[in-house]
C-alpha cells in the first residue's frame, strides 16, 4: 500500500486486530464517495465535496490559498473550493477489478479523467 493510502487509513482509524495475524486485501478499505446507485450529478456533487473537505484537512493547499489573498472559511464553502490531490483513487476499488472499472468510468462520463485516481501515479 502506498504512504498516502496508509495515511488514509490511520485518519479514518483502523479496525480492530483480535488474532494478531496480519491480513493482507486488494479490495480498499476506505470508504468511496461514488456510491453505485448516484446519477451523474449526484456522484459530480460527492466528488467536489470529498475534494472541498479534502481542502481544509490540507494545511499546504490552505496556505497557497492565504498566499493568494482566500484566507476566509466562508469562501471554501460559499465557491465549493476543493483540493484534488490525488487521494481520491486510493477510495476507488482497482480498475483490473470488476468493481472499480464501473466508477472509474463514470467518472470518466461525467468529465473526470480517470487520470489520477489510481495509486500507481502517487
Not at 494478531?20 to 478499505?29: E, I, L, S
Request: glycine content about 10%; proline content about 7%.
Amino acid at each position: 500500500m502506498s504512504f498516502r493510502h496508509a495515511v488514509d487509513l490511520l485518519r479514518e482509524g483502523l479496525p480492530a486486530v483480535t488474532d494478531g495475524a496480519v491480513k493482507r486485501t486488494t479490495v480498499r478499505a476506505l470508504t468511496t464517495p461514488v456510491p453505485p446507485d448516484a446519477d451523474g450529478q449526484a456522484v459530480l456533487d460527492r466528488v467536489a465535496a470529498f475534494y472541498q473537505q479534502t481542502l481544509k484537512q490540507a494545511p499546504e493547499a490552505l496556505a497557497y490559498l492565504k498566499t493568494r489573498g482566500i484566507d476566509h472559511a466562508e469562501a471554501i464553502d460559499t465557491f465549493k473550493l476543493g483540493f484534488a490531490n490525488r487521494t481520491l483513487g486510493l477510495r476507488l476499488p482497482e480498475k483490473t477489478r470488476k468493481a472499480g472499472a464501473e466508477p472509474r468510468a463514470r467518472l470518466e462520463r461525467i468529465g473526470l479523467p480517470s487520470g489520477g485516481y489510481g495509486s500507481e501515479e502517487l
